[in-house]
């Protein structure tokens, strides 16, 4: 059972600061990673695709992925409100075109 | 661009009775399709997927059945609905033209099963 695991949270991180998200995926064989952002009653919405070791940046986003570790991350830089949300993380199983997706980490920006 | 558009937004139904939802895809030609739910402050469940015209793949043995009677057409049915059919049903394509692309969700149909 191919399988992508997050910590539910709720992550309470002050205005400003760095929120870290954290994952962790089991096939060894997954060559792409995602993480979804998804608002309260919202669908999710695609924030970062990453599929190289190393990071990855894109504004006060960055994706890090350590395939040995089989660990992948978000953080986020100067916090907003507007980052409240659950984060998705998601891995790609290639051989059967779909994507398998982590139960989510609900991150809470504090003012 | 591509646009994916799902409907009914919300759909209020009686247990028992049938449901249809559709999502069509803009575009792009050939995507895989997929169909989701998610129950209140869960996770995404993967219920079927496509990788082409009348080619559907079932995750999870239900009252459900979904077809793809079009490229970029994807129905979610059922004959007869039951309360723990309720929840948000999400449609979602990506392309087929590369392997490692990722999914993009349209706006989700809210099921609620009285």
């Known amino acids: 059972q191919k399988e992508v695991e997050q910590n539910s949270g709720p992550l309470s991180v002050p205005e400003g600061a760095i929120a870290s998200l954290n994952c962790t995926y089991s096939?060894?064989?997954?060559?792409?990673f995602f993480w979804y952002r998804q608002y309260s009653g919202k669908s999710p919405e695609l924030i970062m695709s990453?599929?190289?070791?190393g990071d990855k940046e894109d504004g006060r986003f960055t994706a890090q992925l350590n395939k040995a570790s089989q660990y992948v991350s978000l953080l986020i830089r100067d916090s907003q409100p507007s980052d409240s949300a659950t984060y998705l993380c998601?891995?790609?199983?290639?051989?059967?075109?779909?994507?398998?997706f982590g139960s989510g980490t609900r991150l809470s920006i504090r003012p | 661009s591509q646009t994916i558009h799902q409907w009914p937004a919300t759909l209020v139904q009686p247990v028992g009775s049938p449901l249809s939802l559709e999502c069509t895809v803009e575009g792009t030609s050939n995507p895989n399709l997929y169909w989701y739910r998610q129950a209140a402050g869960r996770g995404l469940q993967l219920l079927f997927y496509?990788?082409?015209?009348?080619?559907i793949s079932s995750e999870v043995p239900q009252n459900l059945s979904a077809s793809r009677p079009q490229d970029r057409q994807f129905i979610l049915s059922s004959k007869k609905l039951l309360l723990s059919d309720s929840g948000f049903y999400l449609c979602?394509?990506?392309?087929?033209?590369?392997?490692?692309?990722?999914?993009?969700f349209g706006d989700g149909t809210r099921l609620s099963i009285l």
């Open positions: 998601a891995s790609l199983y290639s051989s059967a075109s779909k994507i398998i």
């Open positions: 990453i599929y190289s070791n």
């Open positions: 496509s990788v082409g015209i009348g080619q």
């Open positions: 979602a394509w990506s392309t087929r033209q590369y392997s490692n692309q990722p999914q993009h």
């Open positions: 096939d060894r064989v997954s060559q792409s």
